[in-house]
């Protein structure tokens, strides 16, 4: 899958072609219970604010669309006692009559669950597709700038509504109302280059979500209407602003990271979500700026959440103790193209905490050696390759990292191998990625201690973020329902200290898609917006609750089965996100500390 966005490839569900329909699926997003908050409301996230740092998000999707335009009756003009499409209306300027302007029709929203969600049926579903007015009777939903349609227009094109189909029939039946969708749930969006759309002012005009990724985590989150299709957001009513990430060519891949999270941050967010997993060229050790103003933000009262990364099983990562005066050898093979991109790139980064000097030889495909590397800075040619090298420290952590490129941009093809002398006893955890920054290892390392133990991704290494792994539901490649996924990240943070926070459904859950679809939606992508999802419906009951309260309901909440075993462990953290049990604990078991 592209870059190193937190969700995991379909490859095998497009190429099996399961047929889904005959299994009943779990909808992971839809509470078991209802609730409401102090003064009658159901619990819906009304009021709370969730910033996401992620692809962007496709603001035209009906499920981002509040329904507060209005309710309405459809009128059966044919008396037909049906809703028949291109005839029948609704009488949206109340003047008792169907205009032409009022006739209606439906978006038949695009099932790419392989089946799993019983859709392309080519008839309306009002489980699952929206009715809107036809204004210009050309048959199909127009909206946008594009189609003349400006901000302050409801529903940003012709107008969308959703059939409250109170008997549940799953037909519109004489008599039942519409809703009818007007304001964005999108706050604002801090696009690719830093340009900001707000919701009122041009939030009309936002690029294209380029991966469709953000798209799939504002679903989980917020996506729909409480009550009344199949599948929403744990939190409809909640509101999202996003900070759009573009990727770099070499490390560190997100662009202006310290620009994004200081939106944010200013933009006054209640949960602050991480989508995006790094680890090349970064310390781990949450020592980054930006991992230190996450840990301000929570210290303000910011809830700070991010998926773990899908890094386990990549082969990325060499976890070893080198004795003193050893050295080991650590190779890596390479591949010409990677996720459909001339391989022009790979890097290497080796941390260790020890007080101790590390010297390193790298050996190009084509056999040369550079001169031993130890410190400072510099480019080394090895026969046709450039090899840039530098030693750098954080406050606690060292980091020697490498930039291997060839002469005239030829690819990286081949072994690469890399000698590793310690003068004392030191731990190295040494990673490798290439140019596709790809979660799927295309280059990766074929000798030396290779280890899952420890696979957590930046920035969710920040003290202050919980770090959700995924486990599966639904529809498991190779893990079974109710276990890890095999590719969740786990382990220890650097320093030291369990990584993962708590785990959550992750693998496979249902989600919009961009271009007025639905998916699957997979990885601790998928499961971290679970978790602020239920923040979301705390924050409701208690808007005064702090990161560490929240922290504190979700792990004295969490789950345990014969899956997890004993709890906390470097796999599951505190356990499975229960959403009903957290509520619960909330209130009638939480005392706040301050
Ligand atoms: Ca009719
Ligand atoms: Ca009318
Ligand atoms: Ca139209
Ligand atoms: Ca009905």
């Not at 219970?33 to 996230?45: A, R, V």
């Not at 090895?382 to 690819?411: P, Q, V, W």
């Not at 081949?414 to 310690?422: F, M």
């Amino acid at each position: 899958m592209k870059r190193k966005i937190l969700i995991t490839p379909l490859v095998c569900l497009i190429c099996t072609q399961f047929v889904f329909s005959q299994v009943k699926y779990e909808f992971t997003t839809i509470l078991k219970e209802k609730f409401t908050d102090k003064s009658g409301s159901i619990l819906t996230g009304k009021g709370v604010v969730v910033g996401d740092v992620d692809s962007g998000i496709d603001v035209f999707h009906p499920m981002f669309f509040f329904a507060d335009g209005g309710e309405f009756t459809w009128v059966d003009v044919d008396n037909d006692e049906k809703l028949t499409f291109g005839t029948d209306g609704v009488d949206l300027n109340g003047d008792g009559k169907i205009s032409a302007n009022e006739i209606l029709r439906y978006i038949e929203i695009r099932d790419n669950t392989y089946g799993m969600l019983g859709g392309n049926s080519k008839t309306y579903n009002p489980d699952l597709d929206f009715l809107y007015t036809d204004v210009n009777n050309n048959k199909r939903r127009d909206y946008g700038i594009k189609s003349g349609f400006k901000e302050s227009d409801a529903s940003y094109g012709e107008q969308l509504l959703i059939l409250r189909d109170e008997n549940k029939n799953g037909r519109a039946d004489v008599g039942e109302k519409l809703s009818a969708l007007k304001t964005s749930k999108v706050r604002a969006v801090r696009e690719r280059n830093g340009n900001v759309r707000r919701r009122g002012t041009d939030l009309i005009e936002t690029e294209e979500d380029s991966s469709g990724h953000g798209t799939g985590v504002a679903g989980l989150i917020l996506g729909g209407h409480y009550g009344v299709q199949k599948n929403h957001g744990i939190a409809p009513d909640a509101e999202i602003i996003i900070s759009s990430v573009d990727y770099d060519y070499t490390p560190r891949f997100v662009r202006d990271f310290p620009e994004i999270i200081t939106f944010l941050r200013e933009e006054k967010i209640n949960i602050l979500l991480f989508e995006d997993g790094e680890w090349m060229w970064e310390f781990m050790d949450g020592s980054s700026p930006e991992e230190q103003l996450t840990n301000q933000m929570a210290r303000d009262g910011i809830t700070i959440i991010g998926g773990a990364g899908n890094f386990t099983g990549a082969k990325m990562m060499i976890i070893d103790t080198l004795e003193a005066g050893e050295t080991v050898l650590l190779e890596a093979d390479a591949p010409s193209t990677s996720e459909q991109k001339k391989n022009d790139g790979v890097f290497y980064s080796i941390l260790w905490r020890e007080n101790s000097n590390l010297s390193f030889t790298v050996e190009s495909p084509d056999k040369n050696k550079t001169t031993e590397l130890s410190s400072g800075s510099g480019i080394e040619k090895s026969g046709a390759y450039n090899i840039s090298y530098a030693k750098t420290s954080s406050n606690e952590t060292n980091m020697f990292r490498l930039g291997c490129s060839k002469n005239d941009s030829g690819t990286v093809k081949g072994r690469w191998k890399i000698n590793v002398k310690a003068d004392k006893r030191t731990i190295i955890w040494a990673y490798v990625v290439d140019v596709s920054q790809s979660w799927g290892g295309t280059s990766h390392w074929v000798s030396g201690n290779i280890s899952d133990e420890s696979t957590m991704c930046f920035p969710s290494t920040a003290d202050s973020c919980m770090a959700i792994g995924a486990y599966v539901v639904n529809f498991g490649w190779f893990d079974k329902i109710g276990d890890i996924c095999s590719y969740s990240s786990k382990g220890y943070r650097i320093k030291g200290g369990l990584a993962v926070t708590l785990t959550a459904p992750g693998h496979s859950t249902f989600s919009c898609e961009k271009d007025n679809g639905w998916q699957i939606f997979s990885g601790t992508s998928s499961a971290a917006p679970h978790v602020v999802g239920t923040a979301a419906l705390l924050l409701q009951y208690d808007n005064t609750l702090t990161h560490a309260d929240i922290r504190q309901i979700l792990i004295n909440s969490a789950s345990s089965d014969n899956f997890t075993g004993t709890l906390p462990n470097p796999t599951w953290g505190y356990g499975k996100l229960d959403k009903e049990a957290a509520v619960k604990f909330l209130m009638n078991n939480f005392k706040k500390n301050n």
